[in-house]
């Protein structure tokens, strides 16, 4: 995915400039706080991953989840 984003950066003219947008499935709250679900979690986790592999390669752009 990192990679992928990296691609895609390199199509605009001011690249740095650009927000990256997380977009994830939404699911009920009750999911999430009554029966524990890890999907929440999961995604923030994968999102800081991506983020992580971005930054080695000097990409720090502002980026935002959503779902």
């Not at 003219?13 to 029966?35: K, Q, R, T």
């Not at 524990?36 to 390669?57: F, G, Q, R, S």
Request: aromatic share 10%; net charge negative; with cysteine.
């Amino acid at each position: 995915m990192a990679n992928l984003i990296e691609n895609e950066l390199k199509g605009f003219d001011c690249p740095e400039e650009v927000m990256i947008f997380f977009s994830a499935h939404g699911m009920p709250l009750a999911y999430v706080e009554e029966a524990d679900d890890p999907y929440k979690a999961k995604m923030e986790e994968c999102v800081d991953l991506i983020v992580e592999e971005l930054e080695k390669t000097k990409i720090t752009n502002a980026y935002t989840l959503a779902y």
